[in-house]
Every structure is written in C-alpha cells, then in structure tokens.
C-alpha cells in the first residue's frame, strides 16, 4: 500500500511490473553466468586432469623419468608466472595455462618410440637417437588434431631447440625459439639434470 492510502495507478503498476521483470531477467543472468564459469572451471579441471593423466602414462613407459612431466610442467608454470609478475609477458591466463599444459605434454611424442630405445640402459647409437629425436614430431602429430592447442603445440615442438641454433628438429636459435618452446626448454634441461 502507499503510505498516502491512494490506490496505485496503473502506470505506476506498469512500472513496478517491468521493474520486476528486469531484476528477475538480471538474477537468472547472474545464476547462467554462474553456471557458465562452474562449467568453464570443469571443464579446464578435466583437460588438466586428462593431459596429467597421459603425461603419467608417458612417464610409465620411461623408467628413468618417473614424474618428469609433473615436474616439468610445474617448473614451467612458476617460470611462467615471475616473467609474468616481472612484466617481461603481459597478463595472459590463456599463456600459464599452455605453459602448464605443455610442460606436461612435452614428451607426449615418446609414446611412439619403441620401449628398446626408450629404455636402453646404455647411451644410443646414432640411429637410435635419430629414432628418438622423432618423438618431437610425433608429439605434434598427436596434438595437431585438438583446436586451440598452438600454444601448447609450440611448448613441445620447440623444447629441444637450443639458443645457440644446434638443437632440434628445426635448427632454430635465439628469439626465433617462441617463448613457451624456450622456457619448456630450460625447465625440460633443468630437471633432467637434477
């Protein structure tokens, strides 16, 4: 009721009925967008879990690097994150994300050499590690189908690569080694020589 006693006009109905509408309009807008991010967090928890999943199994294959996926992604993600905090990158959560995705995936390639190269206790012949050095591009054969994924593709297609231009496949040095190829590359050194 109005505090006067009159009665509402209807015009004044008219105006509290589409103000009713527009907060009803605006509260199921907040709880869709509120599900679109649920969704959205699920569905990145669920690529992380699943690049986790077959960064395990790649290092199940490989004796002597049980856990280097994990480490490595996790070594890149914080590398990731002081250039970032530095400035040195601009804000890009899309960047940290194929940061973390690529250390994990980087040896994806691996699944296709054979177990008697892979695990040889002993150092490779040339032709062995020719064989090797192929699980860069079979890497990018697995990956190349999944949209979006450039990024990511560019962490583990380069992350053998070396500054100095002797590296692998391509021969690429300095800048010319994207930024995510070259930090996968470090970390990928780093914590195969610890």
């Known amino acids: ?20 509408n527009d907060v009803a309009m605006a509260v199921e807008n907040a709880e869709l ?9 699920r569905e990145h928890n669920l690529l992380i879990d699943t690049a986790s999943a077959l960064a395990s199994a790649i290092d199940a294959r490989d004796r002597y690097t049980k856990g280097h996926s994990e480490r490595v992604s996790h070594y890149t993600l914080v590398v990731a994150t002081e250039l970032l905090d530095r400035g040195t990158i601009p804000n890009d959560r899309n960047f940290l994300e194929a940061a ?5 995936l980087h040896d994806i390639g691996k699944i ?3 177990d008697h190269i892979l695990n040889k206790p002993s150092s490779l ?21 999944i949209r979006g994924m450039k990024e990511i593709a560019d962490g583990c297609k380069y992350h053998h690569e070396r500054w100095d231009g002797k590296g692998y496949p391509y021969g690429l040095k300095g800048e010319e080694i994207p930024l995510l190829g070259r930090i996968v590359a470090v970390v990928d050194s780093y914590d195969t020589m610890v």
């Open 112 to 114: 296709g050499i054979k």
């Open 33 to 41: 967008i509120k599900g679109l991010k649920d969704s959205l967090e």
């Open 1 to 20: 009721d109005k505090l006067s006693g009159e009665k509402y006009l209807e015009d004044e109905i008219n105006v509290f009925s589409t103000l009713a």
């Open 125 to 145: 012949d040339e032709e062995e590690y020719a064989t090797m050095k192929t699980h860069v591009e079979v890497g990018i054969n697995i990956l190349k189908p």
């Open 100 to 104: 973390q995705l690529s250390g994990l």
